[in-house]
């Protein structure tokens, strides 16, 4: 019988060891595993880690404790912006946890909403974090949407909006001094003031189209609608006639615009008269009168809620399109 070394075989046995603890090891330290390996922590507020698989001792560790701090529990606290590797070790196996600190985070229920023109909505977003950071907000289309904060509680930002008119505008709430930390809803505006498509302006009366105008203004800046009055119209139909040859607020027989409306016996209160020349459309004039101080204040007056408007053509005279708005309130 051939003799078999006794080292050969303490060798055998000692390699089988080796290799059953080495996968005895290894598939232990496979069960081992943190319940996050990257988490994103707003300023100020912690979180707990999890090392599952072991119930071993825990070392936790920090690569950057200015930005992160770890307990020996494994609780994390984000102590400043930027990013932090949190450390676990255990039975010789390490494991890590990415950690982004941001300032703060805003979210909302939606990012994307109509509005119909001359409506009012309201927007809510949600704040976390930011202690000390002032809010901000911006409006990217101010000719489509009108906006503003009208309250702040409980973490919860209510930003109103109000449709001027069609197009599309990007409403972003962030923080002035971290302007990373932000939400942005779109609003897409659609109808009119007056219910017709934009298209269809200028298929309206003349009237009809400076009160669209007009109404469009007066949102901007928070005021109620004008409506237009027929007897109204019918005394602004004859001062426009009348400024044709005799471009005054005074009519040619020396009185005030305001004997208009008593021809057509319009009992009026408060009043005030808008006149213009040379302008093809009524958004031109409407637009011209919002850079002359005395025709923008009887747009924006406060008190007006009704008014009459009408354009006169002449092909005789130098300027050739004629334009009045009569205005009148409490």
Same mark, same amino acid.
């Given at each position: 019988?051939?003799?078999?070394?006794?080292?050969?075989?303490?060798?055998?046995?000692?390699?089988?060891?080796?290799?059953?603890?080495?996968?005895?090891?290894?598939?232990?330290?496979?069960?081992?595993?943190?319940?996050?390996?990257?988490?994103?922590?707003?300023?100020?507020?912690?979180?707990?880690?999890?090392?599952?698989?072991?119930?071993?001792?825990?070392?936790?560790?920090?690569?950057?404790?200015?930005?992160?701090?770890?307990?020996?529990?494994?609780?994390?606290?984000?102590?400043?912006? %930027? =990013? !932090?590797? @949190?450390?676990?070790?255990?039975?010789?196996?390490?494991?890590?946890? &990415?950690?982004?600190? +941001? /300032?703060?985070?805003?979210?909302?229920?939606?990012?994307?909403?109509?509005?119909?023109?001359?409506?009012?909505?309201?927007?809510?977003?949600?704040?976390?974090?930011?202690?000390?950071?002032?809010?901000?907000?911006?409006?990217?289309?101010?000719?489509?949407?009108?906006?503003?904060?009208?309250?702040?509680?409980?973490?919860?930002?209510?930003?109103?909006?109000?449709?001027?008119?069609? %197009? =599309? !505008?990007? @409403?972003?709430?962030?923080?002035?001094?971290?302007?990373?930390?932000? &939400?942005?809803?779109? +609003? /897409?505006?659609?109808?009119?003031?007056?219910?017709?498509?934009?298209?269809?302006?200028?298929?309206?009366?003349?009237?009809?189209?400076?009160?669209?105008?007009?109404?469009?203004?007066?949102?901007?800046?928070?005021?109620?609608?004008?409506?237009?009055?027929?007897?109204?119209?019918?005394?602004?139909?004859?001062?426009?006639?009348?400024?044709?040859?005799?471009?005054?607020?005074?009519?040619?027989?020396?009185?005030?615009?305001?004997?208009?409306?008593?021809?057509?016996?319009?009992?009026?209160?408060?009043?005030?008269?808008?006149?213009?020349?040379?302008?093809?459309?009524?958004?031109?004039?409407?637009?011209?009168?919002?850079?002359?101080?005395?025709?923008?204040?009887?747009?924006?007056?406060?008190?007006?809620?009704?008014?009459?408007?009408?354009?006169?053509?002449?092909?005789?005279?130098?300027?050739?399109?004629?334009?009045?708005?009569?205005?009148?309130?409490?």
């Amino acid at each position: 019988m051939k003799k078999i070394k006794l080292s050969g075989i303490l060798s055998v046995m000692l390699a089988l060891i080796m290799t059953v603890s080495l996968f005895t090891i290894n598939s232990s330290a496979a069960k081992i595993y943190l319940n996050k390996y990257s988490i994103n922590m707003v300023k100020g507020t912690g979180y707990t880690l999890e090392l599952k698989g072991t119930k071993n001792k825990v070392t936790w560790s920090t690569s950057n404790k200015n930005i992160a701090t770890v307990s020996e529990n494994g609780r994390v606290t984000a102590v400043k912006k %930027g =990013t !932090a590797t @949190i450390y676990a070790t255990v039975s010789g196996v390490t494991l890590k946890c &990415k950690v982004n600190v +941001l /300032n703060g985070h805003i979210t909302t229920e939606k990012t994307k909403a109509d509005l119909a023109t001359g409506d009012k909505g309201t927007l809510i977003f949600n704040v976390k974090g930011g202690a000390g950071q002032k809010l901000s907000c911006r409006n990217s289309n101010p000719d489509a949407v009108k906006m503003k904060i009208v309250k702040i509680s409980d973490g919860k930002v209510y930003v109103e909006v109000r449709g001027l008119e069609e %197009g =599309t !505008a990007n @409403i972003t709430l962030y923080f002035k001094d971290d302007s990373s930390v932000k &939400k942005t809803v779109r +609003l /897409n505006v659609i109808g009119d003031t007056v219910g017709v498509e934009e298209e269809d302006i200028y298929e309206m009366g003349y009237a009809d189209q400076l009160l669209y105008y007009i109404n469009i203004e007066r949102m901007k800046n928070d005021l109620d609608p004008l409506t237009a009055d027929d007897d109204m119209c019918l005394a602004a139909e004859m001062r426009a006639g009348e400024i044709v040859t005799h471009y005054s607020h005074k009519r040619p027989n020396g009185l005030s615009y305001e004997s208009a409306l008593d021809e057509v016996e319009y009992y009026y209160f408060e009043t005030g008269e808008n006149i213009a020349s040379d302008f093809v459309s009524a958004k031109a004039v409407v637009q011209q009168w919002m850079k002359q101080r005395k025709y923008r204040d009887n747009i924006l007056n406060p008190n007006f809620r009704r008014m009459g408007g009408a354009r006169a053509y002449s092909v005789d005279s130098f300027d050739t399109y004629y334009w009045v708005v009569i205005f009148d309130g409490i």
